[in-house]
């Protein structure tokens, strides 16, 4: 049975820093892909961040274009959990977050179409 459960949202002052962490379940990281949408308050869903590997070796990362620079996306297989680190918070970055997970093959690693199964989302604020 495939689980994904986040953590490590919470309140946070614009420029500060939160990690994510996506604990996942059912399935091996070597082969599937993991990726963090957010969705802010009347804004639609959007693709944050993307972690993926082929053959279980090779790493490939994917951004959003406003987040590049500040968030980090990393994986340790041997824990099973995949990390967004957050850096230089906005409060535009104001959103519920969710990781998502997709089994090969993969196609467009931004639509949330592409993906199967989700976590519950935790909330990240960043507010003075």
């Known amino acids: 049975q495939v689980q994904l459960v986040e953590s490590g949202g919470g309140l946070v002052q614009p420029g500060g820093s939160l990690r994510l962490s996506c604990g996942t379940s059912g399935f091996s990281l070597r082969v599937a892909r993991i990726t963090w949408f957010r969705q802010g308050p009347g804004k639609e869903r959007e693709a944050v961040s993307c972690i993926s590997s082929r053959d279980g070796w090779a790493t490939f990362t994917y951004y959003a274009d406003s987040v590049k620079g500040r968030y980090s996306i990393s994986r340790d297989n041997a824990k099973n959990t995949v990390y967004l680190q957050m850096n230089s918070l906005k409060p535009e970055d104001t959103a519920v977050y969710y990781c998502?997970?997709?089994?090969?093959?993969?196609?467009?690693?931004?639509?949330?179409?592409?993906?199967?199964?989700w976590g519950q989302g935790t909330q990240v604020t960043v507010s003075s």
């Open positions: 998502a997970v997709d089994l090969p093959p993969f196609r467009r690693w931004y639509d949330s179409g592409e993906y199967d199964y």
